[in-house]
């Protein structure tokens, strides 16, 4: 069974950094990619930051580029989202999902599985 889970979400002041982890198991981690999308209230789910661990390929979306950085540990199978300088408009809950054979994850309807979803609130 695949599982994807979140960790490290939470309420962080705005300016301030939080690290999201997503510990996978069940697939062969190597060979996917795995994304972060996040979904605020009233709005569709979208892509935030994609890696394919076959070739270490990393993609973000406009608005996270230089403060966002997404990672993953091979020997742990988990992937990271490590986010500075956090915006009221980061606000959402964030989920990882993982899709193969896909170079770059950014459109929901290619995730092959996904995690709960963790809550991130940042407060201004």
């Known amino acids: 069974e695949v599982q994807l889970v979140e960790s490290g979400g939470g309420l962080v002041q705005a300016g301030g950094s939080l690290r999201l982890a997503c510990a996978t198991s069940?697939?062969?981690?190597?060979?996917?990619?795995i994304a972060w999308f996040r979904e605020a209230s009233g709005k569709e789910r979208k892509g935030v930051a994609s890696?394919?661990?076959?070739?270490?390929?990393?993609s973000y979306e406009d608005s996270v580029k230089g403060r966002f950085t997404i990672s993953s540990d091979h020997a742990k199978s988990t992937v990271y989202l490590q986010m500075n300088s956090l915006q009221s408009e980061d606000t959402a809950t964030y989920y990882c999902?993982?899709?193969?054979?896909?170079?770059?994850?950014?459109?929901?309807?290619?995730?092959?599985?996904w995690g709960q979803g963790i809550q991130v609130t940042i407060s201004s």
């Open positions: 890696i394919n661990n076959q070739n270490n390929h990393t």
């Open positions: 069940g697939l062969t981690f190597e060979k996917y990619t």
């Open positions: 999902a993982a899709a193969w054979p896909v170079h770059v994850l950014i459109r929901p309807r290619f995730a092959d599985y």
